[in-house]
Structure formats: structure tokens, C-alpha cells
């Protein structure tokens, strides 16, 4: 129950924040917008509509993830609000998973608004949408779940400047990871190899929450797959917020 | 009131704005001069598979982007120089962003092959389509085309289109002049040799999965080919004693002899030819596959199921009914679910 109080305290504080609505009005503005740059593709007006809708999602509501959550706690402690909320009869863990589903929640909202906007917007040009784009919209929720997580971290060991610019990297390196399992030739028998290869597999890879590709050209997923990423992310994002208790329980407030 | 000092003030600033937009504007034309000399040297593109890593997830969105910018370059193209030089390039870069992308398969390899003339390269991409994309009718049909209209020259070229048009036929969604396009081929030239040939190119590629495949297709040309050797000796055996042989071993094989390593058997049909089972179960499904769709075709036509398989032909949905490849079997059909299997024949 108290989770839940600290949960709803933080999704009613972040709808407030104004960098939403920024993003959200971009994020409109750039699913409205590709219309014009379907206009000049052979007839591929909407599969470019699905892609830059999906990727908005990911990308704005990673924007979000991060400006927000790396914000999250260091705020509190910030404005000294923190002092308020530790008095209380409430544990530092359940502060911080509070706080982490507090903007889970919100986060959760957007991407409903965004799927829903963009499925209707799509509907109305004339395209299909099937279950599977919702499930690729599920997906970028389940990718925004670790990004949250990571910034939540961050949030209990940094600045919000600086929590923001290194898990920013973390975005975009953990969508490159591919690039460690998929080396060159010269490495082959090297020792660098087998600790890039273990590097691969133990980095976050959000690639792996990205099924765009296939979604938008009608190819097929199997449902074994999309099981194992969402455990994938479930899991990682513990581990994350499990750091980021011990982090903050460690922390001389 | 009215005060004359802010009134100049404002119309200051105004014409500020004005004269500072106007050098803006003036800045930005000679700017895009400058793009319109180095446009060339702008389109590098550096290593698609690099590129595909460092997108942040927007390789999709950076893919349509880059086919958008290919489309443009096109068009540029074909009215100035003509070279098309960095065509081959852009849509490589693209097939890597989203290798899904069926319509920059099809329409690349028709720039490449009638405006670049480069053939090998368009065949190479639809060759990288039809591995991601095996579903496809289309593919296949285009790279056929080439080598019926680019490569007319070659000695081999419509022997190659015939197996081209074959593999579009067996995706089972090809429109019918496709189909008969690949039967007349097909009749008119020997194909085991120019697949063999094909699927031995393939087993040189990077990709494991590319090679998997290949092999797999090598063994099944292998297994052909001892069909058609066996069916010789049964003929030879049936002129010799008027009869054809019951088993494999009256023909001098020993049934351990000729293994089929995926997992088929061989035998001898009513016919005297000697079959063998992974062969047939492929096209068995194949031509299932072209009949279901034929008979959705009806469904969205005529708004239900044809009473039986000929009304497909009747209504001029289908020009052939594709044959069932086991001698005693023959196809069901289940006109209330519009559902077919295939059964031994009674």
C-alpha cells in the first residue's frame, strides 16, 4: 500500500512536468508529419507512418524515461523533500520501487496514447493494423521498462545532467551490442574475442525489444520469442532496480 | 494613447526581423548551392553493417529515409549524368537497415538491372530478398525477367528464368501467367544442372544460414538426378522383361545403396518411374499451396467456396489444376470449409 501511495504521488507529479507534453506534442507532430514523406516512397506511405510511429514511441518515450527518471530521486533530495518522506513509516526500498512505478505507470499511458493515436491515424489512411503492432507497441513498453530502471539508478547515484547523458549511451550502445557477436575476421583466435562475445550477452541489448522490422512487413514473430524478451526485460530490470535500492540504502540521507 | 516613440520602436524591430530573415534566406540559397557542386562526394555512406549497429533503434526509420533519399537520387540521375553510381551502394545500405523491406528489392533490382545495367548487382539483392523474404511471389519473378530481358544473350538465360519462375510458382501465391510462364520453361529445358550450379554458388556465401539452405537444396538436386538415372534402368529392365520391377533391388540395388540423407525413400510407381518421397512431399505441398490460393481467390470473388476443384477453372480463377504428385493419391476437397488434403486414392 505504501508502494502504491508513493507510486501515485510520482505519477501525479510527473504528468505535471511539462517536458511530457513537449515530447508528446513532438512525438505527434512527427507521427502526423510522415504522411509527407510517404508521399515520395512508391506507395509506402503507411509502412513509413507504422515505422516512424513505432519509432517515436521508443525514442520519445525513452526521452521521457530518461529526463524523468534520472530526475526521480535526485530531486527529492534536491529540494530536501526527501527528509519528509524517509521520517515516515516507509522503507527506502519501497520509496524507490514507488517511485519506479509511479513513472512506469506514466510511461505506460503515453505508449497506450501514442499506439492508440497512430493505429487510428494509420486506420484512417486507408492501412491495416493487426494485433501484432500492438504487441511491437507492448515491446518498446517493455524496452522503456529497462530504460526506466537504468535512469532510476542513476537518479540515486548522480546528477540528473549527468544520469541522463550516460544512460543516453547506454540507449544507443545497448542497440549496438550486435556489433560485439558480429566481429571481423582478424579477431578470430584472439583473446579479445570470447570477452567481447561475453560482453554481448551480459550489456543490456534493447535491439532485442525492437520487432519493427518484421511488424511493419507483415513478417512473422513467433509468440516463444516475445514470451522470452519480456522476461528478458522483467529481469533486467530488477537487477537494475535492485542496485538501484541498495544504492540508495547505502546513501547518507 | 498613442505613443509615437514605441509605434517607431516596433516598426525598428520589425524591419530588424525582416532584414535579418532576409539575410537568413540569402545565406541558406547560396548554402544549398554549395550542396547542389559536392551532392556526390555527400552521398558517401559508410559500412552497412556498421550502420545498422549505431542507429539507436531507428533503423527502420533511417531505412525508409535513405530509400526516400534513393528514390530522389534516381530521379536526379536520370536527368543528368545518367551514371547511377552510388545506387548499388544506397540500397544495400537500406536491405541492411531493414532487411524486410520487400519493395526496395523489387523496385531496386529494376533500377539496377534497366537503368544502371548493372544485372549481377540486382540479382545479387533479389537474391539477399528472396532469403529474408522466401514468401514472396515477386522476387523470384523479377530476377527471372532479368535473365529474360537483361541477359537475354546468355546461352543459359531462359533456362535460369524457367527455374526463377518455378521457385515464384512454388511460393503458391504467383498470379497465373507466372505459373504457366515456369511450365513452358520448364518443359522446354533441362533444369537439374543450371540448379545445381545456382545452389553451388550459394554454398560459397558468409552466411551460415544461406549455406544451410543451399546444401540442403544440393542434396534434394542429387536425389533428382538418382531418380532420373534409376528410372532409366527400370525402363531398361521392363523392355528386357516385359514387366516393370516390384522393388528397388531387382533394378541391382541393395536398399542400403541409395539412402536418402533427408530422411525420403525411394520407390517405383504404377508409372515406372522411380520416385522418391522428400521430393514429392515438397511439391505436394507446393501445389496445395497454389490450389488453397486459388480457392481464397474464389472466396474473395464470389463470396463463398467453389462446389468442387473444377469450378476453379470453370470461373477462370485457375488455368490448371496442379497435379497431385503421388500417382495414387489424389486431393480432397471440402467444399463447406474450403479445406484440402490430399488422401489415397480409393
Redesign the interface.
Known sequence: MRILAVAQNTFRESVRDKVLYVLLLFAGVVIIGSKA?GW?????DI??IK??S??GM??FGALIAIFVGTSLVYKEIDKKTIYTIIAQPLHRYEFVIGKYLGLLALIFGVILLMSMMSAIYIVILGGEINHWYFIASFLVFM?LLLVTALSVLFSTLSSPILGAIIVFCF??FG??T??LI?LPRQFEGSWSKPVLEGLYYVLPN??NF?I???V??G?PVSYSYVTYIIIYGVLYSTFFIYLAILMFQRKDV | MFNIHSYKKKVFYLFFIIILLVFIIGIQYKITSFEKVQSKELLYLPNE??L??????????I???L??HC??YVGAEIHGDFSFEWLNKMLNAVVQL??????VYR?GSIFLSSLRADSDAAIQLLHRGMY??PETWDLPYEAGMIYLLNRANEPSSKKRAGLYFAMSSATGKAPQFVIDLAEKLNHEHDLIEIERDMWSNLLKSEDKLLRDLAERKLIMVEIKQICRELTFRVEKYKQKYNKLPEQLEEIGLSSDSIKDPLGGKFFISKSGKVENTTILDEQLERNKHLIENGIKVFSERYGGYPSNLQELLDKHVMTFLPEQPYEDREWHYDPKTGSLSSRVRE
Open positions: 514523406i515520395i516512397s512508391i506507395g509506402q509502412k513509413i515505422d516512424l513505432l519509432a521508443s525514442i524496452k540507449y544507443v542497440h549496438a550486435g556489433v558480429d534493447f535491439a525492437d519493427r522490422s518484421e511493419v512487413n513478417v | 553493417k556498421l545498422s549497429h549505431f542507429t539507436a533503434g531507428l533503423d527502420t526509420v531505412a525508409d529515409l530509400w526516400i528514390l530522389l531493414d532487411p524486410y523491406f520487400r519493395e523496385f529474408y523474404r
